[in-house]
T-cell receptor, first 114, second 114 residues
């Protein structure tokens, strides 16, 4: 049973560019959350998607946007990249039902903005 | 505001010594509580969780944690540390139900001396 899959694993972008990160949730999970983890810090919540809608959002600017597809996979888009967007981006999935709040995390995408 | 505090940024222990990592949370009610471990360049692996009931919970890799409501704490312990336990440890909380997000502490980096 595959866990959470994220792609790509590493990415280097230039300031001002746009980036798309992808996440496939664990089988049976329908809710996807994205987190940003800057170097030496704990993960910070970006947003959460359920039923293809953004359900909750953290304190991130509108440059950060997302999408969830009918198969529950998700994308995180960041526009007008800043140096400060360099971080590990983690995707986490869970089921909205049953024993909720048991998140499964992917290995992340390491984004470097130069 | 809701917050999680991990007072120790770095801890160094000798292999075979006991370990306690501290975590305090700030909430009006008892949240769900988690400890995650992160090896360098990796995602987050769930060590253990507390939802309700017995305040001493057992996790994987020989870890345990004790929830103390009066102290708003959820400290992680291990009686004998192995070199492979060197990693970053994150305490996290989430309010029960709905679309609520995980809120992480800043993490404690554990180094293990042979």
């Amino acid at each position: 049973d595959a866990g959470v899959t994220q792609s790509p694993t590493h990415l280097i972008k230039t300031r001002g560019q746009q980036v798309t990160l992808r996440c496939s949730p664990k089988s049976g999970h329908d809710t996807v959350s994205w987190y940003q983890q800057a170097l030496g810090q704990g993960p910070q919540f970006i947003f959460q998607y359920y039923e293809e809608e953004e359900r909750q959002r953290g304190n991130f600017p509108d440059r950060f946007s997302g999408h969830q597809f009918p198969n529950y996979s998700s994308e995180l888009n960041v526009n007008a990249l800043l140096l400060g967007d360099s971080a590990l981006y983690l995707c986490a999935s869970r089921t909205i039902y049953g024993t909720s709040n048991l998140y499964t995390f992917g290995s992340g995408t390491r984004l470097t903005v130069v | 505001a809701q917050s999680v505090t991990q007072p120790d940024i770095h801890i160094t222990v000798s292999e075979g010594a006991s370990l306690e990592l501290r975590c305090n949370y700030s909430y009006g009610a008892t949240p769900y509580l988690f400890w995650y471990v992160q090896s360098p360049g990796q995602g987050l692996q769930l060590l253990l969780k507390y939802f309700s009931g017995d305040t001493l919970v057992q996790g994987i890799k020989g870890f345990e944690a004790e929830f103390k409501r009066s102290q708003s704490s959820f400290n992680l312990r291990k009686p004998s540390v192995h070199w492979s336990d060197a990693a970053e440890y994150f305490c996290a909380v989430v309010l029960s139900g709905g679309y609520n997000k995980l809120i992480f502490g800043a993490g404690t980096r554990l180094a293990v001396h042979p």
